[in-house]
């Protein structure tokens, strides 16, 4: 069997961790570096190599054509996704495409026409969908350990920094050259916890969607929020996240709680406690490009394909269309680079005990 060639576009910023696993994959003899592309110039990494001779590109229609790679990682910023996946496509290769997959529910059905026409895959990477806890989460509720689930939450608590919002042009935008270009922290760095919760419920589009968006710096978008995700038929799903966290991190505590236990995940680390169990870290998470490799070669169903993250996209798009508040100055404080909202880590755990909102709970920053 041949030996599949990657390109990755959007190279530099995080196209870096991309090009970390490819090269580990290439010295492994598991695929063959096709070329690079960017916009800005690229630097070669002791564990990302630019071996001599490697095609780079700042066009990626060039790249293309010129490479004709079998697989293509996008990771742009994502209201550039859909040109150049589409792109990709047409030029037959399979993608492995970064998350938010696209900007919009009519972005996903064009996205979706376009791959059904041609017949290529396209993976998203949510790489949480590659825990080899989430099989074991959803076996343990569906044999019924947990009683009828009530409800889904997750709470995390990460903090970052002023330079966060000055790591590229679209840090902090609600819109770039008149798209959505969809930064905040639900649809940005939480975006693996929307598309777990989503993925643990097994549910599709949810009927009520309430979103709560805060910021407590000088962006567009939010750095604190909340949503609350419900369904004609099977549990709420309560997300409550800050990026303006106190010192102690809540990591992205997954909960589900049911009528005879609870089950917690801790998406990132895969550490999982079932009801009566210990917590332990579940070992053997499957790489997203691996996957695709082997749904290519054996035509294994992928892990994380463009179709599983719809619902995800519906959430994204009523998120991006809900109003952001500003939290006034009075609850803020900093410690160092960081801007904390004082006393949020309760909140946020109270949000996920009572899935409430933060506008439901004596929260006196969250008065919208
Ligand atoms: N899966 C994850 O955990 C994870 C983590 C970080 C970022 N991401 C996603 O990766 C994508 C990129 O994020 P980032 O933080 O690296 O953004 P970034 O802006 O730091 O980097 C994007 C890179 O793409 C390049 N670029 C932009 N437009 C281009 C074009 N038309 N052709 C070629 N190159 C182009 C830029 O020059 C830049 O080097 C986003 O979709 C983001 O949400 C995913």
Redesign the pocket.
């Known amino acids: 069997m041949s030996v599949p060639t990657v390109a990755v576009?959007?190279?530099?910023?995080?196209?870096l961790?991309h090009r970390r696993r490819i090269a580990a994959r290439v010295e492994s003899g598991r695929v063959r570096l096709a070329g690079l592309?960017?916009?800005?110039p690229l630097t070669s990494e002791p564990d990302a190599p630019i071996p001599e001779g490697t095609p780079v590109f700042?066009?990626?229609r060039e790249l293309l054509a010129e490479t004709r790679p079998d697989i293509v990682v996008v990771?742009?910023?994502?209201h550039?996704?859909l040109p150049?996946a589409a792109d990709a496509v047409a030029a037959g290769a399979d993608l492995l495409l970064?998350?938010?997959p696209v900007t919009s529910l009519d972005e996903h059905r064009r996205l979706t026409a376009l791959l059904d026409e041609s017949g290529r895959a396209c993976q998203v990477?949510?790489?949480a969908l590659g825990s080899p806890a989430l099989p074991l989460l959803r076996a343990a509720i569906g044999d019924g350990d947990l009683g009828e689930v009530r409800s889904i939450t997750v709470t995390g608590s990460w903090r970052r920094p002023d330079e966060y919002y000055r790591?590229?042009?679209?840090?902090g935008k609600s819109t770039m050259d008149g798209r959505r270009s969809?930064d905040g922290a639900l649809a940005?760095?939480f975006?693996?916890a929307v598309m777990q919760a989503l993925a643990v419920a097994g549910a599709g589009i949810p009927s009520g969607i309430e979103v709560e968006r805060f910021r407590a710096r000088d962006i567009e978008v939010d750095d604190t929020a909340c949503l609350r995700l419900t369904f004609h038929d099977g549990p709420a799903i309560l997300v409550a996240v800050t990026l303006c966290g106190e010192a102690a991190k809540i990591e992205g505590d997954l909960t589900v709680a049911g009528s005879a236990g609870k089950a917690l995940f801790e998406y990132p680390t895969d550490r999982l406690r079932l009801p009566g169990g210990e917590t332990e870290t579940v070992p053997g998470r499957v790489d997203l490009l691996d996957d695709l490799i082997a749904h290519r070669e054996q035509g294994s169903p992928l892990l994380a394909p463009l179709s599983a993250t719809e619902p995800f996209t519906a959430v994204i798009e009523a998120v991006a269309a809900a109003p952001v508040t500003q939290i006034p100055e009075g609850h803020l404080h900093r410690e160092g680079p960081y801007l904390v909202v004082d006393g949020v880590n309760s909140v946020i755990e109270a949000a996920g005990a009572r899935t409430a909102l933060f506008s439901e709970l004596p929260a006196p920053w969250a008065i919208r």
């Open positions: 576009i959007g190279a530099g910023g995080h196209g961790w592309c960017d916009l800005a700042t066009d990626h990771c742009t910023p994502p550039t996704h150049i970064e998350k938010p990477n949510f790489q790591r590229s042009d679209w840090a969809l940005n760095p975006a693996h």
